[in-house]
């Protein structure tokens, strides 16, 4: 037997056996417990990059166009479990993978024994992302996004205190609110279309008779809200940035990827309905409208904000906001550097919220920071000036040494996740940008398109913005007057230069990365090949 085709299943079995298996642990096995998560999370590393790797070097047993389908007890697609590992959806694993193992790492200096369980917690979070990544039906793809919801609700009120409870209590509102929206959405589609395979839903939804066609389209609407809730977009994402800035350093870092969870749901469902006629959401100018408010409200949010966590929430905004405005924008060369700003903004959010965990230690006598009483105005909300989460007891306890170094190495590593965030050069950050202008210019001076002048006029307002607010906050940060020399240890500092490395790789290897992503972007125009590689053309076990 080849084991290797069993690949595609094992970042969903792995995290949920090892988090099974930590939950039966006492909490006084401090050596055991990290230890498993550990393994748990590198074994997710390589067979990520094994799956990359096989993509990129087509292997035996791949189909044609670059594509793997992992058939669940032998019931072929659309009447059994299908996983899918194709180029966006493989990317997607190793982008978790990435930014999941220095997290983990991070968190062995203190955070993961604030609360119980966290070890637990961070493996089904891990789960329901590569679960969400890979399937191929909407039913396993609510499961997954109900599995690391669960675990997302534990992950920010880990080491409760007042401010997280809050922040917590209107997340988890929000979100069982979408996933009611998501439940009767996929309701809908089924009623209409008989199927909840996303290929044979792309298949057949033309197909339907009038009145089917209209509740379908109904239950794709209303689907694709629950998937902007998630997704960050404005004016349905007024719980993210006091969620993440409450939350404590290690989970606001895993759940910069949350957002682009309902980003990647978008563009594979809208990738598969992209006809002419495509229902709504995934056509008509009030995603691209409401997408480029959402890069705008964040863009206020930025230059608004007191707290270093704050501003990183609100830049997670501006990038879902970038993604989805592109998408929607409908310019298919735009889609290769939509991809390369993905896989840039993602590891920079999640260095930058790691950052802000450390920089808190240097806020001590700081002019202009003291407690402020909770807002109640739109403008308060904005700055985030309620007062600062109170930590855990054991959240107070000496971290590391105090090292001349530290200093340096949080100034360097602020820089640079600067430069990252902004799209400065030379990292890759200011790459995918610049491409991503080059295209919408070459579109806005063929076709004449304001739609494109906006996003261009948007994308350079957020860098311009970004760079002003960032900068004002590290000088708040490392220039005040009474700062002490901050306590880190190697544990800490090691996760953050890991993510600037990575992003610094992916700068110096842009041209095969860019290569990569231009692959997945024309998959992602070809429907009709997606929907032959799940959809067999054998009869059904049934």
Known sequence: MNWLQHLPVLPIVLPLVAGALLLFLPQSRTLLRPSIGLFSTLSQVAIAAYMLYRLIRPQPGLLEHGVEVYVLGGWVAPYGIVLVVDRLSALMLALNAAIALPVHVYSLARWDRVGVHYHSLLQFLLMGLNGAFLTGDLFNLFVFFEILLAASYGLLLHGSNAVRVKAGLHYVAVNLTASLIFL????????????????????????????????????????????????????????????????????????????????????RLGSLLSQPEAPAPFSGPWLFYGTVATMWFGIVGMLAARQLSRLVAFSVIVSSGTLLAVFALGIDSAIAPALLYLIASVPAGTAFFLIAGMTERLRVNTVGETMAPQPTTYTAFMAGEPQEPEAADNELDEV?????????????????????TTGLPPLVGFLAKFSLISVLLGAAMDESSKDAWLLIVSLLAAGFAGLIALTSRGIRSFWFSGRTTPRLRFIEAMPVAFLIVLCVTMTVIAGPVMEYLELAAEWLHQPDAYIHAVIPATESPL
């Open 184 to 267: 009767i959405g996929v309701a809908l589609i089924y009623g209409a279309s008989g199927t909840l395979n996303m290929a044979d839903m792309g298949s057949v939804w033309t197909t339907l008779s009038a009145a089917d066609r209209t509740v379908f389209e109904a239950g794709i609407g209303i689907l694709g809200i629950a998937f902007l809730i998630k997704a960050g977009v404005w004016p349905l994402n007024f719980w993210l940035p006091s969620a993440y800035t409450a939350a404590s350093p290690p989970a606001a870092a895993m759940f910069a990827i949350l957002t682009k969870v309902g980003v990647y749901a978008l563009l």
């Open 400 to 420: 590391g040494v105090a090292i001349p170094a530290a200093l340096a190495f949080l100034g360097m590593a602020f820089v640079s996740c600067v430069i990252l």
